[in-house]
């Protein structure tokens, strides 16, 4: 996939206008609160998804001085994808988005979903690494979602059994001849379970090796990622939803006591370490955030072996925290796909070999012609 020209009229503190990307690398430098992020959202908001960085679309249109927005923004995009050029055009108003599909109109933006693809990092993607596991079970799930669409919906299913299970175990506090129908819900979610974690174990074995190819990439070979993922069931069972079972009984009394589920896929982690250190607690801040590059761009990878071309990758105050050696790799190794790379330090823009540099200044987005 590649963005051909992107054109933007009232969004957020863009000025007017449109910018034609090269197909490879593009740095948007500019110092900080110029809009370069914006020019990030901008695209992303493309492949159908909310803004990477939780706003609402409300927010998403220009404000003017006496501090009202503009009735209407809109995007519009030029892309080559599955084979052809494309065009698809949002508008924002009322704090809602409409979108256009090579002309026709769609039923809602969210229907852009599958046609123009991308994956991001954003500064806030640092928790993956910094925060508990729920960053990291996120993670997983917002990516096989991409790949397996339908594990929205097994993921919907084991939520909702977990919701009515802990509903259960606080009732039962009141109500102790309810203690006999939690079995019926303990094989339900372990059904379900069973299949949350399946998923989650084949995406982390697809995603192990690129992710530490890439590491040792970034850390020109000095250290190596290692992945795995922990399971509050028997790591070793092939028959989880048994090992599930038996880890729901066991624990019964202790969910009782909480009026909550303290075992299954909720609770599970996706370990991270470097050079077989936790990179959580011992990491250094450029190791850290080479970690979530690595997994970022191991999950376009896969991503791309699944829709058979690369999705844009768009990289955020990226250059942050990282060596000279880690910032080369970033902007001159990654070939095969069209990346798009924010920074404050005009030093990127020298290392930068081939691509295309943006300046962005006050909103106002221009071709740097080096």
């Not at 880690?326 to 924010?342: D, K, V």
Request: hydrophobic share 35%; net charge neutral; aromatic share 6%.
């Amino acid at each position: 996939m590649r963005i051909i020209k992107l054109e933007f009229e009232k969004y957020r503190n863009l000025h007017t206008g449109s910018f034609c990307p090269a197909p490879g690398v593009n740095i948007i430098c500019g110092s900080n609160a110029q809009g370069k992020t914006n020019l990030l959202e901008s695209i992303w908001l493309f492949t159908g998804g909310h803004s990477f960085r939780g706003s609402r679309d409300a927010e998403l249109v220009r404000m003017e001085e006496n501090g009202l927005s503009q009735e209407t923004a809109s995007l519009s995009m030029t892309f080559f994808a599955a084979g052809r050029e494309q065009t698809a055009r949002l508008k924002i108003a009322a704090g809602r988005r409409s979108a256009l599909l090579n002309g026709i109109s769609k039923r809602s933006a969210s229907s852009l979903v599958g046609t123009f693809c991308a994956v991001v990092f954003s500064p806030e993607h640092l928790s993956l690494v910094k925060d508990g596991p729920r960053e990291r079970r996120l993670f997983l799930d917002s990516a096989i979602c991409q790949v397996r669409p339908s594990y929205a919906g097994l993921l919907s299913q084991y939520n909702r059994a977990l919701q009515q299970r802990n509903t259960l175990l606080k009732d039962i506090a009141r109500h102790r001849e309810l203690l006999d129908t939690l079995e019926i819900w303990d094989e339900r979610l372990a059904g379900f379970g069973e299949a949350v974690m399946d998923e989650r174990l084949r995406y982390v074995r697809t995603l192990r090796p690129t992710a530490g190819e890439i590491y040792q990439g970034i850390s020109q070979q000095r250290e190596t990622l290692e992945l795995s993922y922990s399971m509050t069931v028997s790591s070793g069972s092939e028959e989880k939803k048994r090992s599930m079972l038996e880890v729901l009984s066991a624990r019964r009394d202790m969910d009782l006591a909480m009026g909550a589920t303290s075992s299954g896929p909720h609770r599970d982690d996706l370990k991270l370490s470097i050079n077989g250190t936790d990179a959580r607690s011992f990491g250094s801040q450029g190791q850290q955030r080479s970690v979530v590059l690595a997994l970022k761009l191991a999950e376009a990878s896969v991503l791309e072996s699944v829709i058979g071309e690369p999705p844009a990758v768009l990289l955020d105050d990226v250059m942050s925290e990282l060596d000279v050696s880690r910032q080369g790799y970033l902007l001159n190794q990654l070939e095969g796909r069209q990346i798009f790379i924010t920074c404050c330090d005009p030093e990127a823009v020298r290392l930068l070999e081939k691509g295309k540099v943006f300046r962005v200044q006050e909103g106002a987005v221009r071709e740097d012609c080096r």
